[in-house]
């Protein structure tokens, strides 16, 4: 299986901050990879495909970048909605695997 | 919108049989290039993919649980459903179903979760 890595784990921002967030993959995945968003007690939300697409709806204040096995999700400045938790993913081969998520929290 | 639902027991003996369904609205299940799929999450964990069903019936399951796990599709209720069997403790989770939507450039077709459940939490204990 692909490992994803993330990091930092967690990490304490404010309002208006710019963020960044890393995913590793344990092997070369091209561009299979997703970003997600969850909210505690809620379903995660697509936020990012294929390393750098936006997906319909989202915030243009999130992006990505990367190719490889290196990959980063900016959030150019944080916003009080913007508090949650990050997952990466990757679809370059079954099993589709996941980051262990990355905490984003107000400072 | 679409929209998906999952229903099914919240508590589930251990050994026994977890099953859940998926009833998807505003849409409809025998679109191609979609394939629905399976994904959960213990407390307090990460996620974790278990399989994915077209609605042709094809399933790719995680190997992790494929000895144990069933993914089927009801086209005529618009539904799809998982059976995870011989559960234990470590299967207790929230489980979500999604779709797995695509996009296709001029070199690569690329996969995604773009639609979501609210999830349901799974408990397995005596």
């Known amino acids: 299986d692909i490992q994803m890595t993330q990091s930092p784990s967690s990490l304490s921002a404010s309002v208006g901050d710019r963020v960044t967030i890393t995913c590793r993959a344990s092997?070369?995945?091209?561009?299979?990879l997703n970003w997600y968003q969850q909210k505690p007690g809620k379903a995660p939300k697509l936020l990012i495909y294929?390393?750098?697409s936006l997906q319909s709806g989202v915030p243009s204040r999130f992006s990505g970048s990367g190719s490889g096995t290196d990959f980063t999700l900016t959030i150019s400045s944080l916003q009080p909605e913007d508090f949650a938790t990050y997952y990466c993913?990757?679809?370059?081969?079954?099993?589709?695997?996941f980051g262990q998520g990355t905490r984003v929290e107000i400072k | 919108q679409l929209q998906l639902q999952e229903s099914g027991p919240g508590l589930v003996q251990p050994s026994e049989t977890l099953s859940l369904t998926c009833t998807i609205s505003g849409g409809s299940i025998g679109i191609s290039n979609y394939y629905w799929g399976w994904i959960r999450q213990p407390p307090g964990k990460g996620l974790e993919w278990i399989g994915s069903?077209?609605?042709?019936?094809?399933?790719n399951y995680n190997p992790s649980l494929k000895s144990r796990v069933t993914i089927s599709v009801d086209t005529s209720k618009i539904q799809f459903s998982l059976e995870l069997s011989s559960v234990t403790a470590a299967d207790t989770a929230v489980y979500y179903c999604?779709?797995?939507?695509?996009?296709?450039?001029?070199?690569?077709?690329?996969?995604?979760?773009?639609?979501w459940g609210q999830g349901i939490l799974v408990t397995v204990s005596s």
């Open positions: 294929a390393a750098s």
């Open positions: 069903v077209y609605y042709s019936g094809s399933t």
């Open positions: 999604a779709r797995r939507g695509s996009y296709y450039d001029s070199s690569s077709g690329y996969y995604f979760f773009d639609y």
């Open positions: 993913q990757q679809t370059y081969n079954t099993p589709w695997t």
């Open positions: 092997q070369n995945i091209n561009r299979y």
